[in-house]
């Protein structure tokens, strides 16, 4: 298994430090910002290998050129941001594996997000390192996408296994779990995660990761096709990608 620390950053960023035991590799996932990175580093007496970028956004890029002048790593992004990511040395698509040590991450597209939104998946691990296309209780707004892109990206996530864990790259859980007790009231496995989710902020303790069977069972955006939440945005009638499309609308006006 992986080494897996969470960095937590500016108001709700998290970045992820990835360390495998055995070969001493270490890469760093959508760095925010470089200082925090190499004060982890430093304090663990780890060399740093990678950079996995997830999408082009400042948020997730800012420390790039950074850690590369001090450690020369490798950036790894999508083929499709390549003009769009600082310091960009490999460049992925859908079906690519890099390697970290002997653990294989497989290159998922997900657009939506941003039009280039990669994910990196260890299966060897149960890690998913998702970037902004989901959130726990959540889904990435559609900046440069389309709702029928995020959906379908979100169907290729849905199908990974059950036991998969969720990294993704911002502490909204909260925030979402008050727009998902809305939407989807009755469901007590819903009602579980947002008392738990509760109980770990009022720690200031992260709400990730979180397994991808328990986003199946509370994550609205993953249950679409759920009868109670179709009957409470009023889209009973509406295929899949409009009542997907509709909760994400009715959760970009949501305060």
């Known amino acids: 298994m992986l080494d897996i620390s969470l960095i937590p950053v500016l108001r709700d960023n998290y970045i992820y430090l990835l360390h495998d035991t055995d070969s001493g590799e270490t890469a760093v996932v959508d760095p925010t910002d470089a200082d925090p990175v190499i004060d982890a ?11 996995f970028n997830t999408h082009h956004h400042g948020d997730h890029v800012g420390g790039n050129l950074g850690l590369k002048r001090r450690y020369g790593c490798t950036i790894i992004g999508a083929t499709a941001d390549r003009d769009r990511i600082p310091g960009i040395d490999v460049m992925v698509g859908e079906g690519d594996t890099v390697l970290l ?3 294989g991450f497989d290159i998922i597209e997900t657009p939506g997000h941003t039009s280039g939104h990669i994910v ?10 998702c970037g902004d296309t989901l959130f726990s209780l959540g889904c990435g707004r559609l900046f440069e996408g389309s709702a029928g892109q995020l959906w379908h990206s979100l169907q290729k996530l849905k199908a990974l296994p059950p036991d998969t864990n969720i990294y993704c790259a911002h502490e909204y859980t909260a925030i979402n779990a008050r727009f998902a007790g809305l939407l989807d009231p009755d469901n007590h496995h819903l009602q579980a995660r947002i008392e738990q989710v509760a109980n770990l902020r009022a720690q200031n303790r992260p709400t990730l990761p979180v397994s991808l069977a328990t986003e199946l069972a509370t994550n609205p955006f993953l249950r679409e096709h759920d009868a109670n939440i179709r009957r409470h945005i009023g889209g009973e009638t509406v295929s899949a990608i409009e009542a997907f499309a509709l909760i994400r609308h009715l959760k970009d006006q949501f305060h």
């Open 41 to 51: 580093l430093t304090s663990r007496q780890w060399p740093l290998h990678y950079i």
């Open 101 to 103: 040590g002997r653990h």
């Open 120 to 129: 990196f998946h260890c299966a060897d691990s149960r890690a998913l390192f």
